[in-house]
């Protein structure tokens, strides 16, 4: 079934602050850049009731968020300015017409935070305690996961993947793509998640010294590889969101991953999936 999302720009930036509803639903999302906070204090709807979440970088500059829910974000929201520097970002759900309540909002944060810990996309460490399940009577618990849904949609539409499981994708029989460039022999398929590099893939053990993203690259050889004849092998498949990445991380240098992964036939990724 379809769904009619409205968003509006609160400052006219499509980087700035904005909301963003779904048609016939309460859930309405607030998204606010921390440097346009000002903006929080004028807006009478988020002195309600709200699930809220902080979004940032931590220091190895992996996605971080920070999950917790109020009774007034306008005042909540500075604390946070003042004792929290990881994040740039907030995103807010409230109920249009402010009718949640404050055990309505406990327990959002108790699934969100469930959910986002099961998952592990993000850092979630600036939550120093796990939040508790508050009581709820049954129906309004009902209530409530229904909702939690759409704040799941609406953080993936925005393009934020706190709450999405990775999919486990099924290589089987899918058309397999070869790297073989500077003494790299890696093995991937091209999947939903991007470019999935197989295990076993032998990819470069010495990054180029042009290469800008070589200190991530380190360390993604020391969580992901395994060392055979002083040589690095992947322990497990590993899925990059673009083939471009996937080729670039295996070479240890920049690299167009849709001309330079290829078939055994030696048709490249381009020519198949970009005709």
């Not at 709807?45 to 809220?52: A, G, I």
């Not at 974000?73 to 990881?86: G, Y």
């Not at 099924?170 to 058309?175: F, I, Y």
Request: proline share 4%; charged share 30%; net charge positive.
């Amino acid at each position: 079934m379809g769904k009619t999302i409205t968003t509006y720009l609160m400052t006219g930036d499509p980087k700035g602050a904005q909301y963003v509803l779904i048609s016939n639903r309460v859930c309405k999302m607030i998204m606010i850049p921390r440097s346009e906070l000002s903006t929080v204090y004028e807006r009478e709807e988020l002195k309600t009731p709200s699930f809220y979440i902080l979004l940032g970088q931590d220091e190895d500059a992996n996605p971080m968020a920070y999950i917790g829910q109020t009774e007034d974000f306008t005042e909540r929201v500075r604390q946070h300015d003042n004792k929290k520097n990881f994040w740039n970002k907030a995103i807010i759900f409230i109920s249009i017409g402010g009718a949640m309540t404050k055990a309505d909002v406990e327990y959002l944060e108790y699934k969100g935070y469930r959910l986002a810990n099961k998952v592990k996309r993000y850092n979630l460490t600036e939550n120093k305690q796990e939040p508790k399940k508050p009581h709820l009577p049954e129906h309004q618990q009902d209530a409530m996961d229904d909702y939690f849904e759409d704040c799941k949609f609406l953080t993936s539409f925005i393009g934020c993947n706190l709450f999405e499981e990775e999919k486990k994708e099924d290589t089987t029989g899918q058309l397999t793509f070869y790297l073989t460039r500077r003494n790299c022999n890696a093995k991937g398929v091209y999947t939903s998640e991007g470019m999935t590099v197989l295990r076993d893939s032998h990819v470069v053990r010495e990054s180029s010294a042009s290469y800008k993203n070589r200190p991530k690259r380190e360390e993604w050889l020391k969580k992901y590889t395994y060392y055979k004849n002083g040589e690095p092998y992947l322990k497990s498949d590993y899925s990059f969101d673009s083939p471009s990445t996937a080729s670039s991380y295996c070479l240890g240098c920049s690299s167009n991953g849709w001309k330079d992964w290829k078939t055994k036939d030696r048709r490249s990724l381009d020519s198949i999936f970009r005709i």
